[in-house]
């Protein structure tokens, strides 16, 4: 009877701090699960939703509450994360890692060796929102000038923003015309199994890489500020 009395007593108090801290699973039919919700990504596996001891997979979820965190599933079964909560509109945001693959240019000494230049790994940051409580959406350019086309301050932020936009892709176009010209005129270079770098190519990397380090998070910036002036 103890032992009995003892794991009714124990979840009980599991469906109490589920039930204060608000965990819920709404699934993508409409129903709403309540319990303790946690998401579990196994290695090399699937990850999942588990409520209580039911598992269910993300693409059956539109949103779901675990520790305290709102997310929203979107693009399939990727997940955004609940950022700022606004009178009107929601801002959710979800993270990408993108590996970059350096380009191999002459080292200028003898014997003409070749060296990888730049490269990397860069995290970007992709936006999307909710307005009135309605489907959480891209928080692209486009859907965000519909969105919010009745208010004057948003739209002058998405003006801004687009003009951010063409300068990054301006000038990315621009650092990579010039590194590759730069390259050529390098390889052109060689003489007597020597190659003489050419500053194009450093001018081209360096414009190239200030445009995707610079512009993009004035962009996100141009957003955010769209979207607290519609929630003022």
Do not use: C, W
Not at 47 to 58: C, L, N, T
Not at 70 to 82: K, T
Not at 210 to 225: G, T, W, Y
Request: aromatic share 8%.
């Amino acid at each position: 009877m103890r032992a009995t009395a003892l794991l009714f007593v124990l979840f009980s108090m599991v469906g109490s701090a589920s039930a204060q801290t608000g965990e819920y699973a709404l699934l993508a039919a409409g129903d709403t699960l309540r319990g303790a919700v946690e998401l579990r990504s196994p290695l090399l596996k699937r990850a999942y939703v588990r409520v209580d001891s039911q598992r269910v997979e993300i693409e059956d979820l539109t949103e779901f509450r675990d520790d305290g965190v709102l997310y929203a599933v979107v693009d399939g079964r990727q997940l955004a994360s609940l950022v700022s909560e606004g009178d009107r509109v929601d801002f959710y945001a979800r993270y990408e890692t993108t590996h970059h693959a350096g380009a191999m240019v002459p080292t200028g000494a003898p014997g003409g060796g070749m060296h990888m230049t730049g490269g990397g790994v860069s995290t970007e940051q992709i936006g999307y929102f909710r307005l009135d409580g309605g489907p959480v959406e891209r928080a692209s350019a486009g859907n965000l000038r519909t969105a919010l086309a009745d208010n004057e301050e948003s739209m002058a932020a998405l003006s801004q923003h687009q003009t951010l936009t063409y300068a990054q892709y301006g000038g990315t176009a621009v650092g990579l015309g010039l590194f590759g010209v730069g390259t050529l005129l390098t390889l052109n270079s060689e003489s007597g199994g020597e190659y003489t770098p050419s500053p194009l190519l450093f001018v081209g990397a360096g414009i190239a890489s200030l445009s995707s380090l610079i512009f993009p998070s004035q962009r996100r910036a141009k957003v955010q500020q769209a979207i607290d002036a519609y929630n003022e």
